[in-house]
């Protein structure tokens, strides 16, 4: 179903009901002003900012604000709709609330609410000793019970690694334990093991995701966009082959400079390791390579006649690493002592492959907003594409910058007479 070209029609919002910690229930469906409900692959909480009118009578002659008593942390289920039938469903949390505007006959409300674990990752600490796959302990702390995980429901759609770790949980919290797994984790397919490593924790709508950049590039686009300034009658002329027209479109070049990607590490690096266990030091230079899931064509061809790209002392970004030969060994006492001479992690594996997968996947970012669209989430991918610049009447679509993209971040963003969903999208690679 095609997407409507025009931004300036209202979406539905057919729930939006605040039930306070002390009991009681106000619906604020009918005095919403504004919505704005956020995705992103960096954040491990879905978050949401709703700004509403109270006039004073929701909750008998009182203000919801008043009545509930609202501190922080009341529950609020929110169900919206947009213009082609997609909607969201979340059961977000009170994280701030504050009464921006007051006179004698309505007050102005803003809430910024989060996910319930968010929440809790305030209070749960991870203590316990995890053995195994990485995968399997992000699954884990999300899912055992309080005090050592956050118990959620929610579902998980976490991707296994091909890596093992053992590590103790030494009183950190659980999402930054499972972003700091995410940097170690190394996935089954792509380039595999020595060629390509990172994944991404976040949540959406959806549950928890937990996967390889690897595999959510490989996935198949959730819709196929054009960005062109021919009138298209509110979505009735779409150019065949496109699911909807892009209303904005925004380049973002700074993110593009080769001065940070260089400092990033993204094409040639170097490690530096000392193993204490043998006094062996090594160092290492690593490469980027072709061999992962791109979603352009190829990675960016740069000056090799003129600067010493791929030369062993062009390594732009060093990380110094001392080995934990011998760390955490599993089994009894006799198969840990047959097992100490092992290392716990290949650090050669994952550490600067995985600084080089993230830099690189950020070094193109666009900026486009739609029409309301519920259907997409962050981690999906769409198709772009935009008219070349060129002296004919019917130019060719611009094949250097369009192909696939990864949504890192998506706000979809409802006001009263208006419904636009706005998202950032990165890829590492050029051509179509």
Aim: glycine letters at 8%.
């Amino acid at each position: 179903m095609a997407l409507i070209a025009k931004n300036a029609e209202a979406s539905g919002i057919k729930k939006c009901i605040l039930y306070g910690n002390g009991g009681g229930s106000a619906d604020l469906t009918n005095g919403v002003i504004e919505i704005k409900y956020y995705e992103s692959i960096l954040s491990p909480s879905i978050r949401a900012t709703i700004i509403y009118a109270d006039s004073g009578y929701t909750l008998g002659n009182k203000t919801a604000f008043e009545a509930l008593k609202i501190v922080g942390q009341e529950r609020l289920e929110l169900e919206i709709i947009d213009n082609i039938g997609n909607s969201k469903k979340a059961t977000l949390y009170v994280n701030s609330a504050f009464p921006g505007y007051n006179d004698v006959n309505k007050q102005i409300v803003s809430l910024d609410l989060v996910s319930k674990e968010f929440i809790l990752n305030e209070q749960v600490r991870v203590r316990k000793r995890y053995d195994g796959k990485l995968s399997d302990h992000v699954v884990k702390i999300l899912t055992e019970p309080i005090p050592f995980g956050l118990q959620t429901s929610k579902p998980i759609d976490a991707e296994t690694t091909v890596n093992l770790y053992n590590f103790v949980g030494h009183n950190r919290k659980p999402f930054y334990i499972n972003s700091w797994l995410a940097k170690k984790s190394i996935p089954p397919t792509g380039g595999s093991k020595g060629v390509t490593c990172g994944y991404f924790f976040f949540e959406t709508s959806k549950g928890f995701t937990f996967k390889s950049i690897d595999t959510l590039m490989k996935q198949g686009y959730k819709a196929k966009l054009i960005y062109n300034t021919t009138v298209d009658e509110r979505g009735k002329k779409i150019p065949p082959g496109y699911d909807g027209k892009i209303l904005d479109f925004n380049n973002d070049y700074t993110s593009n400079q080769m001065q940070n990607r260089m400092r990033a590490g993204v094409y040639n690096t170097r490690i530096v390791k000392f193993d204490p266990f043998n006094c062996v030091y090594e160092v290492e230079n690593q490469q980027a390579s072709e061999a992962y899931e791109k979603g352009g064509k190829k990675l960016p061809t740069l000056n090799d006649k003129e600067f010493p790209n791929k030369e062993t002392n062009a390594a732009t970004k060093t990380s110094y690493v001392l080995i934990d030969t011998g760390t955490l060994p599993t089994g009894d006492t006799k198969q840990q002592i047959s097992k100490s001479k092992e290392k716990n992690l290949e650090e050669t594996d994952i550490l600067n492959l995985s600084t080089m997968r993230y830099n690189a996947l950020f070094a193109s970012e666009i900026s486009i907003m739609i029409a309301g669209h519920f259907g997409l989430s962050a981690g999906d991918t769409i198709f772009v594409d935009s008219p070349s610049i060129e002296g004919t009447k019917n130019p060719d679509v611009e094949k250097h910058v369009g192909g696939k993209y990864l949504i890192a971040h998506i706000c979809h963003y409802i006001r009263q007479k208006a419904c636009e969903t706005n998202i950032s999208i990165v890829r590492e690679s050029f051509e179509r």
